[in-house]
């Protein structure tokens, strides 16, 4: 936000300390995350810049990295196990906290901020608590090391994210749409398919974007409850960087790095969308 034209010098000292202090912080942030980038191209087996790569010499980059991550089986049996959790608890939790929404929308709910704070509470609660939590209780169920225990596990830290999401879309919502669909003689499930789904799609993808990014990130979780058939990416970056450190962790992180941007790119994009079809000018 830029300062109006009759601010004070002060005023705009301060401002301008403000920005800087702004820009040291979020280069502190940035700046680990940016590292990694060219590491990740380095053409020897070393987690540090080389005189070679220095200087910009083109001997001393290589994608010898990104080769060894896709010809090895472990990281593609990983990739592929990432991929399958984080899809199915994504759908899984964006059908059971799409429908938790709906409930919490309704204005006569009893002890609906009580329900909210259950449902949010994997965001609160330390990981490491609801993991230890998670493997005590599922190890009971025979659930431990297996695919659906492990989806079960993701889809509870990914459904607070789609609550907070299409709830928030529904703060929106004009309830009177639905009332006159009913006077009209539409049955709910048509109600729900032609008038509620399209106004809240945009916050069930959101959430559900959150959902498949938190699953396919997480390694605590996958720590307790994961076997050899169900490790994942994180899991496995956790065991290269523990028992075998090599160049190709830096080249599976600088893929996670993308996916995050473009996911958030992907957030922003929708965002934008639903203000345009609310006809909201920013």
């Known amino acids: 936000m830029a300062l109006p034209n009759y601010a004070s010098k002060v005023e705009r000292v301060a401002y301008a300390g403000y920005l800087a202090f702004c820009g040291v912080v979020l ?4 700046a680990p995350i940016l590292t990694i ?14 005189e070679g790569m220095l200087n910009l010499d083109s001997e001393a980059y290589s994608t010898r990295w990104y080769q060894e991550m896709f010809t090895s089986e472990q990281w593609l049996w990983a990739l592929k196990n990432s991929t399958f959790i984080a899809f199915m608890a994504t759908l899984v939790a964006t059908g059971l906290g ?8 309704s204005s006569n709910l009893p002890f609906r901020n009580t329900i909210m704070a259950l449902l949010i509470s994997p965001m ?5 608590i609801s993991a230890a939590a998670m493997y005590f209780f599922y190890t009971r169920l025979g659930l431990s090391q297996t695919y659906l225990g492990v989806i079960l596990a993701h889809a509870a830290l990914g459904t607070p994210f789609v609550v907070i999401t299409v709830t928030a879309t529904l703060s929106g919502f004009d309830h009177s749409l639905v ?15 032609h008038i509620t789904f399209p106004l809240i799609r945009p916050g069930m993808i959101s959430g559900g ?19 050899a058939e169900q490790k994942t990416v994180p899991r496995q970056m956790w065991s290269g960087i523990r028992e075998q450190i090599s160049p190709t962790i830096l080249a599976v992180a600088t893929l996670l790095i ?3 941007v473009c996911l958030l ?14 006809g909201i000018q920013e």
């Open 258 to 260: 993308f996916m995050s």
């Open 265 to 278: 790119v992907t957030l922003e994009v929708l965002r934008r969308r639903n203000v345009r079809i609310r």
């Open 179 to 193: 009332k006159a669909a009913a006077s009209l003689g539409a049955n709910p499930v048509y109600t729900f398919r």
């Open 27 to 30: 280069f502190f942030l940035i």
């Open 124 to 128: 609160i609660v330390p990981v490491i």
């Open 37 to 50: 980038i060219p590491l990740s191209f380095n053409a020897t087996p070393y987690f540090t810049f080389t």
């Open 98 to 105: 799409t429908l938790a929404a709906l409930g919490l929308a």
């Open 209 to 227: 974007l959150f959902a498949f990014g938190t699953s396919f990130d997480e390694v605590v979780v996958a720590l307790f409850l994961t076997g």
